[in-house]
């Protein structure tokens, strides 16, 4: 019976030993799992319920506020509706008596026109004609420092000419 006993207890241990092996594998394979959920989940862009929350709110306040809005706009169109009509019509007759002037009007002002047009390019030629002197008088007043400085350096450098000697032809 010790024989027995014995296969027993090695078909014992060799179950023992599959079922640690099944159930480390069952804790990777749900990790890997896991893994694969929250990858796939971080790739859609969902969002926080935080956010969620404070975006739920915001939408609830602007529809208050519009439903706020949609009863004064009724309020201001009912008081409009009951109000009279103040203004009325010219008669016919009445707007051909102020045809004319209204031409004579149109008239004076291209007149007006006219003469604004003309004055400013009388002033633009005035300035332009002002900004060419100054240009003149600004490149003479260079020239004339210029030449000032060249004879200031002249008088500094010693005659070269007399040093020279005069090269041969050929």
Do not use: W
């Not at 796939?40 to 862009?45: G, K, P, Q, R, S």
């Not at 519009?66 to 169109?77: R, T």
Request: glycine content about 2%; charged content about 30%; hydrophobic content about 40%.
């Amino acid at each position: 019976m010790q024989t027995s006993n014995r296969i027993l207890d090695d078909l014992a241990k060799v179950a023992n030993g599959a079922m640690s092996t099944v159930v480390g594998i069952k804790g990777e394979v749900e990790a890997m799992v896991r893994q694969q959920m929250e990858r796939f989940l971080a790739d859609m862009d969902l969002i926080t319920r935080d956010e969620f929350e404070v975006v739920k709110a915001m939408a609830a306040n602007a529809r208050a506020e519009q439903e706020k809005l949609e009863k004064k706009v009724a309020a201001l169109e009912k008081a409009l509706a009951a109000k009279p009509a103040t203004r009325q019509a010219k008669p016919r007759s009445a707007l051909k008596a102020t045809a004319p002037k209204a031409t004579a009007t149109k008239t004076a002002t291209a007149k007006t026109t006219a003469a604004k047009t003309t004055a400013a390019k009388t002033t633009a030629a005035k300035t332009t004609a002002t900004k060419t002197a100054t240009a003149k008088t600004a490149t003479a007043r260079t020239t004339a420092s210029k030449s000032a400085a060249t004879k200031t350096t002249a008088a500094k450098k010693p005659a070269r000419a007399a040093t020279r000697k005069p090269t041969p032809k050929k």
